[in-house]
């Protein structure tokens, strides 16, 4: 099945699940389009971004988002770039995890990212401020200023992001990537700031799985929120109170 | 007190300029070595996305902390005024000075970007240590320098009593920073404890002075000047205080974090089977380190001996590169703790130990780093003058009888 | 003293003379670089201003990209690179480093190196995978018409602000 006649972006999935009857009022959906945001405005401390994600759904052995990734942002996978780099020294901006419970033996899966923490510790230790948080709360690195410290690897509680090892070629325009800096998971922002969905909700939604959300943390009558305040979400490591924007049921 | 005469060594001796060559052709290794990596990339080295911090980072933060402890003689001097140490003071506080030099060579030509350095030094993120170590290593470097230029500068011998307090105030501010890097990571379970940063102090008190000894050792009797044994004595005790200080908070800290159930993993990772680590922190940290060189300091039939006094330092020194490798290397082998109580698998390597060989480039440059210190020092005797001419007891010791 | 002035003012004239000559000499052995024709009718803004000013304008809009989300086209590389290194009739595409690529051409004459495309990608997107220049079209659905899927800047603005009189 191809790419294009499946993918359904957050706002498409909206309009058929208003057409299907669901009480979605068209005030809601004229609220949604106000909030989308012109190429010259600057991303906006009212939004959050975030998503969430539904273990119970995220089957076992699935990598959809994990390939969707690699594809929009032209990482690892099959084509890999990276080239002369050992498989412990190549780049993951998103992992399928499986946790096994040691007492009772369940199994769980999960894919695993940058979590977009309010409060980064990567974003803290940066010491020239190349590891950074955009005003909608998407963590980034600026890999202008990135020297290469690595400082932010050792920071991050959730193993979220990767060095590049080698020089690199062949790179996609939308997503700028070189020896020597750090990089991980952008939300996608390539996509987010042109009103769109992250390239791993998309294929988790067009193959069907439905175990991924993304949207609005700031916006009460967003998908994503209702679903929060409905159903409730854990954070990895909450103990370090890092307020992510990543949240997961399930675990 | 006799008035003391600085010399430079002269420096034209064939064992002079051996060791010249050797430290020499370790320097253009590690130099070689820099530029094998950073024209390939990182995937010639050992280093990973799972162990991103390797041997030059245990090279490098020895150095730094060490930079710090060689200034003991020289703090002790100004600082707490006592007379006996202050003809080393110079020899002291330059050697501090190279090895700073030299540790942030390396930190620094392990970059990814190490072309970007103008951005380290322009670009300041205020809540990152690492923004306030490099604030706190340039600013050592200066504050330093006018403290050695103040002693060597008759005409402002005056002054250098205030340049000692700065330097002394400002050396604990850096090894703590230094501590800080690891002591404020809340991610890993090797680190987030506080006691990092006074631990860091306490160490390169030890790390600084088994080098100073060395080196002191080394010139005196290379160069056939006569240290005496009062001066000697002092060496030999201040480093045994520092042994027992190290062993005391290595203790406190594995106590603290042995108490709480959650770093229990950690702990039997380093204590019990954690393979490498676990052997360089009984065989090395432990024994080699801290216990023989303990022997060595104390056993009255050692009170004497030179040769004694140099091997607990060079086991010191030794013990130290294990410390750091188990806590730089072992600290991030130990697999992030995201999921409690559960078995987390992935192909990023999530769960289990971290696998972490050195490769030689990374070895050379490494090594090239503690090279370039002691080049620097080497020259600095030759250049400089930094060290009496003779140091016997009749020399230093007013209460000395013949 | 008086002979030792004149040596030196000759000195000082034989010098201003290599000066004027050198580049004179520089000139006549490299070729002025081949700057390749661009895909677009019309730069962003006058050739002289771009030739002395690119980089400014290009730092700026990074900053304003990677640190504030704004995606104007402007002064944005990949839009410089889509129009000044498009492919040519058989899909043939310079890159970075050869005399054709539009950049290198002139940087390997001035010999000032640069090093956004260690990064940055030095030729347009493949265009059976992306379409980032026609208007109207979404960048993340080639082929794909916009209504269909993600609203492009120009449709939000004719849905906010038209959408609701008519």
């Known amino acids: 099945m191809s790419h294009q006649e499946t993918d359904i972006s957050r706002r498409q999935f909206l309009g058929k699940a208003a057409a ?37 759904k995220c089957a076992t052995g699935c990598s959809d988002c994990v390939t969707a990734c690699q594809t929009e942002n032209g990482w690892g996978g099959e084509n890999s770039n990276e080239v002369h780099s050992a498989p412990t020294q190549q780049a993951h901006w998103i992992r399928k995890v499986k946790l096994t419970d040691k007492q009772t033996g369940h ?43 690595r400082y932010c690897m050792m920071a991050c509680p959730y193993k979220a992001r990767s060095f590049i090892h080698e020089e690199l070629h062949n790179q996609i325009p939308y997503a700028p990537r070189g020896k020597g800096t750090v990089e991980s998971c ?59 924007g990543v949240r997961y049921q399930g675990i | ?59 490098a933060v020895f150095l730094i902390v060490s930079a710090s402890g060689a200034l003991n003689v020289a703090s002790i001097s100004s600082v707490f005024n006592r007379k006996i140490y202050k003809p080393l003071a110079p020899l002291s506080a330059v050697l501090a000075l190279t090895l700073l030099l030299g540790g942030l060579t390396i930190l620094v030509l392990d970059l990814g970007r190490p072309d970007r350095l103008i951005v380290a030094m322009t670009k300041y ?69 506080a006691i990092m940063a006074p631990m860091f102090i306490i160490m390169s008190f030890a790390y600084g002075l088994a080098i100073f000894n060395i080196v002191t050792i080394a010139i005196y009797s290379w160069t056939d000047r006569q240290l005496g044994d009062v001066i000697f004595e002092r060496l030999r005790t201040l480093l045994g205080v520092f042994i027992g200080a190290v062993f005391y908070f290595v203790t406190v800290y594995h106590l603290t974090k042995l108490y709480a159930t959650k770093h ?5 990772f380093i204590l019990v089977d954690g393979g490498i680590y676990t052997t360089l922190f009984w065989l090395g940290q432990v024994i080699i380190g801290l216990l023989i060189p303990a022997i060595l300091v104390f056993h009255p039939a050692f009170a004497k001996s030179r040769k004694a006094l140099v091997s607990a330092s060079v086991l010191v020194i030794a013990g130290g590169l294990s410390q750091m490798y188990v806590t730089i290397i072992g600290g991030q082998a130990y697999p992030l703790e995201m999921f409690p109580g559960k078995i987390i698998e992935s192909s990023f390597f999530d769960g289990g130990i971290k696998a972490y060989t050195p490769s030689l480039p990374e070895l050379a440059l490494g090594l090239g780093g503690f090279a370039l210190s002691l080049l620097m020092i080497a020259l600095a005797i030759k250049v400089l003058r930094l060290i009496p001419d003779n140091l016997s007891d009749a020399e230093i010791d007013p209460h000395h009888k013949a | 003293m008086a002979y030792s002035q004149r040596l030196s003012r ?52 990074r900053e304003e990209t990677v640190r504030e989300g704004i995606r104007t086209k402007k002064d944005s590389l990949k839009e410089c690179i889509a129009c000044h290194n498009a492919p040519d009739k058989n899909g043939k595409v310079a890159r970075i480093g050869s005399p054709e690529h539009f950049c290198s051409t ?48 120009k449709t939000l603005e004719i849905l906010t602000a038209k959408g609701d009189k008519e």
């Open chain 1, 20 to 56: 299907a009857g669901l009480m979605i009022a068209p005030g809601v959906m004229l609220y949604k389009v106000a909030q989308a945001r012109a190429p010259e405005m600057p991303a906006s401390s009212s939004n959050r971004w975030g998503m969430l994600i539904d273990t119970s």
């Open chain 1, 107 to 149: 199994v769980q899966s999960l894919p695993l990212m940058c979590q977009h923490c309010e409060n980064p510790p990567c974003v803290d230790v940066c010491p020239t401020g190349a590891s950074m948080k955009r005003a909608d709360g998407i963590v980034l690195v600026d890999k202008h200023i990135c020297i290469g410290c």
């Open chain 1, 186 to 244: 952008t939300m996608c922002v390539q996509r987010v700031d042109n009103n769109g969905t992250p390239a791993c909700v998309e294929a988790c939604n067009s193959e069907g799985h439905k175990a991924m959300y993304f949207g609005d943390l700031n916006d009460p009558s967003s998908d994503i929120s209702k679903r929060l305040k409905e159903y409730g979400a854990t954070e990895i490591r909450a103990d370090l109170e890092l307020n992510t």
């Open chain 2, 1 to 59: 007190m006799k008035t003391l005469t600085y010399k430079m060594i002269d420096g034209n001796s064939s064992g002079y300029l051996a060791l010249l060559a050797i430290l020499g052709l370790f320097v253009l290794a590690g130099a070689t070595a820099f530029f094998y990596m950073e024209h390939n990339g990182h995937w010639v080295t050992g280093m990973s996305n799972q162990v991103v911090w390797g041997i030059p980072h245990v090279f």
């Open chain 2, 125 to 193: 993120n205020f809540k990152s240590i690492f923004a306030w170590n490099m604030i706190l290593y340039n600013g050592f470097l200066a504050i330093v320098g006018v403290y050695v230029w103040f002693m060597l500068e008759r005409k402002m011998n005056k002054f250098s009593r205030y340049a000692g307090f700065a330097a002394f105030f400002w050396r604990l501010i850096l090894t703590t920073g230094t501590g800080a890097i690891f002591g404020f990571l809340v991610a890993r379970d090797a680190y987030d404890v």
């Open chain 2, 264 to 268: 229990h993993g950690v702990e039997n």
């Open chain 3, 10 to 61: 000759k000195a000082i004239a034989w010098l201003i003379g290599a000066v004027l000559v050198l580049p004179l000499t520089t000139f006549a052995e490299v070729p002025s670089p081949v700057i390749p024709k661009a895909k677009g009718d019309k730069c962003v803004r006058p050739t002289e201003i771009m030739r002395k000013d690119h980089m400014k304008f290009l730092l700026h809009h």
């Open chain 3, 106 to 153: 002139c940087h390997n004459y001035a010999a000032v190196k640069i090093d956004c495309f260690e990064c940055h990608a030095d030729k347009p997107a493949n265009t059976q995978y992306r379409h980032s220049l026609a208007e109207g079209d979404s960048p993340h659905h080639p082929g794909m018409k916009s209504e269909d899927k993600v609203l492009s800047g």
